[in-house]
């Protein structure tokens, strides 16, 4: 097995199975993976790269590959509908990578007109031979994230994993959604749960799982190597030490944002959640600062995220627009989640 790859684990008995922070596009920067992983997120992965646009050199394609030493693994996910582009890319990423993530997921018309992402689980004899190509050509690691198939004809994402262990994918991800149903419907945690028996690679479930309940609902069904967290994470970093702690992986007192503060027991639910969010959108802001620095489109989309559903969140958001500078910006996002704490 290579290193950062657990073998397969049995039937899931209560014990901790790694956290996945899923790959987000215009979500997942460097600092809010760092962050996520101060949360409780055990692996991260950066959001999906035009493996074309990559070996063409394209400066902010390079950007979104940044890691930082902290960032262990460090996986890189590349998409794109041309072999020889997707190889090159994966060679060119070989260095810094500890483990490339290959994407067999996305529903974007811009990514399946290319027949990329989703699409070519409607073509999987091509999807089978690129990563075959790929692993041919890099030492690093690859692992596979995909649906359970495009919709239009019968689910394949069994076979696809037979084929991708045998061609030596070491690690693969299912989201329980076709690529028809785009994010609607309900995840099919049973269809996952089929891949998982069906081969002896390590395979992760993704597909709502939002809170300790569903974590532990997701693993007793599939019995999955890892879960991945997608939108249940987007404002709420915090949501995988609630997992850990709910399903009794960690202590409460371990928490960061409980170690930092006063009082947390005597704190009213709301207050809980502002305090969580605080420590968050503070070490967000930290560890931007400390990285890429803060970059006004990020720092805006994750503001509006970690205000959703506070009490007085357009109050918020109302604030940080009468500021000029992002560093204000930042400021008045933590004065209004302080507040809220006080006067819960
Ligand atoms: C805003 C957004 C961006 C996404 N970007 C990517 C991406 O770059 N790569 C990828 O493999 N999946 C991407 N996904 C899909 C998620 O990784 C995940 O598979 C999906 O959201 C289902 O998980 P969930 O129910 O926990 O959200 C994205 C999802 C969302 C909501």
Redesign the pocket.
Known sequence: MPEHVRPKPGEWDGEARPLYL??????TDLPYRLLAKECGADVTIT??TNSTALTREAAASWRRMETHGSEVPFIP?IFGGDVGDMATAAEMLAGSADIIDL?F??PAPKVTNICAGAALMGEPDRLVEMVHTIVKRVDTPITA?MRLGTGGQANNALSICQRLEDVGAVRLCI?GRTLRQR?TGV?DWSSIAEAVKAVDVPVVA????IDAASAGACLSQTHAAGL?????A?GRPGVFGDIKVGLGWMEQEELPWVKATEDWHHLEETAQAFAQRRWCWDRYIGLSEATIGIQSRWMQRHAIAFTKGLPNAKKARLAMHDEDTDKGMANAISAFLAEGIASE
Do not use: L
């Open positions: 899923a790959p987000m596009s215009g979500v959001e999906f996910q994407n997921g996305c994230k989201h994010y995840a993704n597909g709502d799982v991945m967290v997608g939108r249940g987007i």
